[in-house]
């Protein structure tokens, strides 16, 4: 099985930036996949950014494309997300997750991490 340690979150002011981190541990997948979803107060669970391990390949929601990307780490098993030119709708609780094998960039994920909050004040 695979762990799912999340932080860096925080509260942070519109147009600033924060980097949450999440350290995977337990069983290694060859052709495993990580990614973040965010869940804002009163909305439903949503995509945010992903990779596949292998090929570094990434993919990020429209919502984010531009402002946040997805950086490894392959020494430390660690994905992280840098938020830049934060906005106040970015506010959520922001949930790590993975996945054994890549089945779709949205629908890849078996574990999950148990999220960190990111408020970004207006």
């Known amino acids: 099985q695979v762990q799912l340690a999340e932080s860096g979150g925080g509260l942070v002011q519109a147009g600033g930036s924060l980097r949450l981190s999440c350290a995977a541990s337990?069983?290694?997948?060859?052709?495993?996949?990580m990614g973040w979803f965010r869940q804002g107060p009163g909305k439903e669970r949503e995509f945010v950014a992903a990779?596949?391990?292998?090929?570094?390949?990434?993919y990020y929601a429209d919502s984010v494309k531009g402002r946040f990307t997805i950086p490894r780490d392959n020494a430390k098993n660690t994905v992280y997300l840098q938020m830049n030119s934060l906005k106040p709708e970015d506010t959520a609780v922001y949930y790590c997750?993975?996945?054994?094998?890549?089945?779709?960039?949205?629908?890849?994920?078996?574990?999950w991490g148990q999220g960190t909050q990111v408020t970004v004040s207006s």
């Open positions: 337990g069983r290694t997948f060859s052709g495993r996949v």
């Open positions: 997750a993975a996945g054994a094998f890549f089945k779709g960039w949205e629908a890849s994920y078996d574990y």
């Open positions: 990779i596949r391990w292998s090929t570094g390949s990434t």
